[in-house]
């Protein structure tokens, strides 16, 4: 059993058969929300799906409020028994209490926050990856050699696509996926003012770009981990960042008609990314979590319905949309 002393920045390391980790069925456990309300931990869910792995990586799930005091403590926690919230589970491993207690059981002197996911490896006895932008990219092939042909062949970081991919996960990451979490947590209108323009500006150059590619992807006919990266915010966007947030400036289904196209595509076409959503659990999650913001912890009921029918296969045929507010175009030029 090792452990790796005071860590302060999480763990970094991957599965493969020349590392510490080698791939193996039920030799891992992966601590998430189930993708249910976190968009980070959703990515990894839907890639548990995406590739089959179900069988493979068992997962508990915590809790989806609260989250712990401005410092993170004591962090999510897991129900009693898998009664007390839908699709909320028991620590299945160990039987824990929080997720702190996991992290700790890794390294007793841990210093950083209680996230999820964290993939743990019960040979090892310690933690894995506890950050998910390093599991997106190496999860999907971590598992290949069990893995039947078909599962196999899934990449979700393709050698043709690689520079394009890196290019635009890099802004799509610090404008979208955390922008959102900059203007929402704002503390001073100027902040706000000035976080909330590079979300919209990413929102308009992804509708440009998804409709040059002719989908169905954001890539055109691949599937890529832009695609997971994307779908785990959107489906959140008109749901709970739009009000929770304050990312008003338009919604995803009114002023994107590209992005809208392109979400219900993934929701109802893609099978992993229909499983691992749950609008309670993201509702829930960011309303009841956050006192700061949502005092009250009242829940809005819609939007409704949760994502819209109607796929159009033909992109010529939908509108390119966009928020046409001035600071947006302009920031939404630089994102060539």
């Known amino acids: 059993m090792t452990h790796e002393p005071n860590t302060s920045d999480g763990w970094h390391g ?4 020349t590392s510490q980790h080698p791939p193996s069925k039920d030799r891992y456990h ?12 959703h990515r990894v869910n839907f890639i548990r799906h995406l590739k089959g792995l179900t069988n493979i990586i068992p997962i508990s799930v915590v809790y989806p409020y609260p989250k712990g005091d401005e410092k993170g403590w004591p962090g999510w926690r897991f129900p009693k028994s898998d009664d007390e919230y839908p ?3 028991v620590d299945k491993l160990f039987g824990s209490a929080y997720l702190h207690e996991v992290y700790f059981r890794s390294d007793p002197g841990y210093k950083g926050r209680y996230s999820v996911p964290v993939l743990w490896d019960e040979k090892e006895g310690t933690i ?3 950050e998910s932008a390093e599991l997106l990219r ?5 598992f290949n050699s069990l893995l039947p042909d078909d599962l196999a062949r899934i990449t979700l970081y393709p050698p043709q696509h690689r520079s394009r991919i890196d290019q635009i996960a890099s802004w799509m990451q610090s404008d979208l996926n955390i922008g959102v979490y900059k203007a929402g947590f704002a503390k001073t209108q100027d902040d706000y003012d000035k976080n909330i323009i590079p979300v919209f500006g990413a929102l308009n150059r992804l509708e440009e770009i998804v409709s040059s590619n002719n989908g ?4 055109g006919t691949d599937m890529t981990e832009l695609d997971v990266r994307l779908y785990a915010t959107l489906i959140r966007f008109d749901t709970v960042y739009v009000q929770h947030f304050k990312c008003n400036l338009g919604t995803i289904r009114h002023d994107y008609p590209v992005l809208n196209n392109w979400l219900k595509y993934m929701y109802w076409n893609v099978e992993a990314a229909r499983a691992t959503t749950d609008f309670k659990h993201i509702k829930e999650n960011y ?4 006192g700061d913001i949502n005092p009250l912890a009242i829940t ?11 796929v159009e296969m033909d992109l010529s045929r939908v509108r390119v949309g966009g928020v046409k507010h001035a600071d947006v175009m302009e920031y939404q030029k630089r994102l060539i």
């Open 30 to 41: 992966l601590y998430i929300d189930t993708g249910l309300f976190c968009p980070f931990a």
């Open 14 to 17: 991957i599965i493969s058969p």
């Open 87 to 89: 699709n909320a589970t």
């Open 128 to 130: 894995v990856n506890n």
């Open 216 to 219: 169905p992807f954001v890539l």
């Open 287 to 290: 309303t009841k979590s956050h």
């Open 138 to 142: 190496w999860l999907p092939d971590a």
């Open 300 to 310: 809005p009921m819609g939007p409704y319905p949760d994502v819209e029918e109607g």
